[in-house]
């Protein structure tokens, strides 16, 4: 996509109209500890994870639900952390705080705030793909818009207020988990490529 395209507005009427893609590649679900620590390494090697959260919605008020999910995505494959299942750990927090390894998304601040809730921690490494957009004067900031100004390409928010506490995710949940986190991690390469962000 060239630059003007990239930084022009784009209507909700323009992405809808946009081909669908999601992702289709290897997702590792980890549900208990033994399958935590056994990605750890995989985790640990990769400069540059996408990153997104799933939370479960709250239709009453004054009623705040924990995180239930975090999406890690790597190179060739995506990580769902079921946190229904298990807790926040000091190794993976110590992957979330590492200053020297790229964690990328939008709004991933708030998210870490809401994950340190769960076991304190600081998050480092972070790139916001919506300041880095605003800093480029690029109009669009959500992932959805974010996906079809630099791609041409339209994401499903369908699955987002679905119940993501559940034991077991539909693959429907599944597939729209990965595929934010990856597109995460896809956007901030293509950034860099495109001298929009810094690369490590």
Excluded at 25 to 49: D, W
Excluded at 76 to 83: E, F, G, T
Aim: with cysteine; hydrophobic share 40%; net charge negative.
């Amino acid at each position: 996509m060239e630059l003007n395209y990239i930084c022009r507005r784009l209507t909700s009427e323009e992405i809808n109209e946009l081909p669908l893609v999601h992702y289709e590649g290897s997702v590792t679900l980890v549900r208990n500890e033994r399958q935590l620590a056994a990605i750890l390494p995989a985790l640990r090697e990769e400069p540059v994870l996408g990153f997104d959260t799933e939370t479960q919605p709250t239709f009453r008020k004054g009623v705040v639900h924990h995180p239930s999910l975090i999406q890690l995505a790597t190179t060739d494959r995506v990580y769902l952390i079921q946190l229904t299942h298990i807790p926040l750990t000091e190794e993976l927090t110590s992957i979330l705080a590492d200053p020297k390894q790229i964690k990328a998304g939008v709004g991933i601040a708030e998210d870490m705030r809401e994950l340190s809730c769960l076991l304190p921690f600081t998050a480092a490494g972070l790139q916001d793909l919506a300041l880095i957009a605003e800093k480029n004067h690029i109009c669009n900031k959500g992932l959805r818009s974010l996906v079809a100004s630099f791609f041409g390409e339209r994401i499903s928010k369908g699955p987002q207020c679905s119940n993501w506490s559940l034991p077991n995710l539909s693959q429907r949940q599944i597939t729209y988990a990965a595929t934010d986190a990856w597109m995460g991690r896809r956007i901030y390469m293509r950034m860099c490529e495109l001298g929009l962000a810094e690369a490590l």
